[in-house]
């Protein structure tokens, strides 16, 4: 069936920390970006990191009340399963009010109660997977939804074959374009430093360390530190009382910038990371968080590693002399960053979010969106 050429009206459930809302923007991104027409609105929480993020974006938020369940103890899984039915009606509300042609979660909290909605009010819906071990909320929807966007192959384990599809993990246009590597190599190494959207300790603890170990490198070293808001002021001193060069914040809103400016990223291995790494063609050194389910960073970071494009560290053997060893080899071989980046780069996938919205426009039995302004 042929239908006028018009923008979407889509609705982005979910976020909380940036693996969830960083492939959320960008897929907004896409969508705005092949007609101007389309109307973006997410729906979020109060305490997740969209309602920091997103107006300064410049995307409309609307949240809901709604808790996780899973892995909690029973006091504040009663509590978080009381909140449901208000989540359900507040999406209900916010559905009806802004008429989406398609709703689709992203994983996170007010991702189940929006579209869950939406599928018993008969719109389209879709969920978007970052990780090979899906979340506990998507691994429920997967069985309402029309579509299911995989960041990896499922092969039919936790979502049905015929409504999945590989599409890779959407990263935002300004790494989906590619960070342009104009960074001469001179007489300073330059770090980035992250452990995810909310920081990670035992990272920030190594590298601080770590300077211990590279006294007579610290005049070479320029460091960017997102240390979370907690580690900020501890962070801060142990970099002062080492004489080091560092730039230490609680949160970096403009990565993409902050990946250009780096020779080496020293991060976690979340799916998001990875896919905005590759995308840069950026060298790494990755430390998976132990804790994650199925061990999953191990295993993204594994990938990399054993390309040539990254090195990993296990935590359970981080200290500052192990991972100094790795900045002073690194810092000291141009060549093997380059080699590193390039690997990485062969790795990357910049084309995800514009598979899953030419998968949207088919589902809505559309025109493709494909250009500015619809054209």
Not at 116 to 140: S, V
């Amino acid at each position: 069936m042929h239908m006028e050429k018009r923008g979407i009206r889509i609705i982005i459930a979910g976020g909380g920390t940036g693996g969830h809302l960083f492939p959320a923007v960008a897929i907004a991104e896409e969508f705005l970006e092949r007609s101007q027409m389309s109307d973006v609105l997410f729906i979020g929480t109060e305490r997740g990191l969209e309602a920091r993020l997103l107006p300064g974006l410049g995307f409309a938020l609307r949240t809901i009340t709604v808790e996780g369940v899973k892995g909690r103890g029973p006091i504040k899984m009663i509590g978080g399963l009381l909140k449901i039915p208000r989540s359900v009606a507040q999406s209900v509300s916010i559905l009806r009010e802004f008429r989406p042609d398609i709703t689709l979660g992203v994983g996170g909290y007010a991702s189940g109660p929006a579209v869950i909605a939406a599928h018993f009010m008969g719109i389209k819906t879709a969920i978007a997977e970052q990780n090979a071990l899906p979340g506990f909320t998507n691994r429920i929807l997967g069985r309402f939804v029309d579509r299911v966007f995989s960041s990896f192959p499922d092969r039919g384990r936790w979502f049905a074959a015929v409504k999945t599809i590989v599409t890779g993990n959407p990263v935002r246009k300004e790494f989906a374009k590619g960070i342009k590597k104009s960074r001469k190599r001179g007489s300073t190494f330059s770090i980035l430093v992250f452990g995810g959207s909310q920081g990670a300790g035992a990272i920030n603890r190594a590298v601080v360390e770590s300077m211990r170990y590279l006294e007579d490198m610290k005049d070479s070293l320029v460091i960017t530190h997102q240390a979370g808001k907690g580690d900020l002021d501890e962070v801060s001193k142990a970099y002062r009382d080492r004489g080091v060069h560092a730039e230490v914040h609680p949160f970096i809103t403009d990565m993409a910038s902050a990946y250009g400016s780096a020779d080496l990223l020293i991060c976690r291995a979340g799916a998001t990371s990875i896919a905005e790494i590759t995308a840069s063609g950026k060298a790494s050194v990755l430390i998976p968080y132990p804790f994650a389910v199925g061990g999953h960073q191990e295993l993204n970071a594994r990938v990399l590693a054993d390309a040539g494009a990254a090195e990993m560290i296990l935590e359970d053997r981080l200290d500052g002399k192990t991972l100094a060893g790795v900045i002073r080899r690194l810092a000291g071989s141009p060549e093997t960053i380059r080699m590193m980046e390039e690997e990485s780069e062969r790795l990357g996938n910049v084309k995800a979010a514009a598979h899953i919205v030419d998968e949207c426009m088919i589902m809505l039995d559309r025109e493709p969106l494909t250009g500015v302004g619809g054209a």
